[in-house]
Nanobody, 126 residues
Framework: QVQLVESGGGWVQAGGSLRLSCAAS????????MGWFRQAPGKEREFVAR????????YYADSVKGRFTISRDNAKNTVYLQMNSLKPEDTAVYYC???????????????????WGQGTQVTVSS
């Protein structure tokens, strides 16, 4: 079992920055892929970024590419999401999640993750 706890959300003006943290307990995150997702009011949860814990390889949604950076700290068992040049449309609850060890091709991006944090609110004002 693993527990994921996000922190670092808050209110920021457009153009500002925030760094989200996701601390894991219960099991180390090595050998897993960790992802960040977000859900705006009235919208479906969407993929933001992911990182392979072992290789450090990253992948981003087009909407955040060049503005957001996902990273991890092995010693702290923590994954981060640095968000720069924030826009009002980035306003959402942000969730971190751990990907399943094995996935199948028919799974959606969200279905590939089976452990989720409780989320942290990010509000960007114009």
């Amino acid at each position: 079992q693993v527990q994921l706890v996000e922190s670092g959300g808050g209110w920021v003006q457009a153009g500002g920055s925030l760094r989200l943290s996701c601390a894991a307990s219960g099991r180390t995150l090595s050998s897993y892929t960790m992802g960040w997702f977000r859900q705006a009011p009235g919208k479906e949860r969407e993929f933001v970024a992911r990182i392979n814990w072992s290789t450090g390889n990253t992948y981003y949604a087009d909407s955040v590419k060049g503005r957001f950076t996902i990273s991890r700290d092995n010693a702290k068992n923590t994954v981060y999401l640095q968000m720069n040049s924030l826009k009002p449309e980035d306003t959402a609850v942000y969730y971190c999640a751990r990907r399943r060890i094995a996935t199948i091709a028919t799974m959606s991006e969200i279905e590939q993750y089976n452990y989720w944090g409780q989320g942290t609110q990010v509000t960007v004002s114009s």
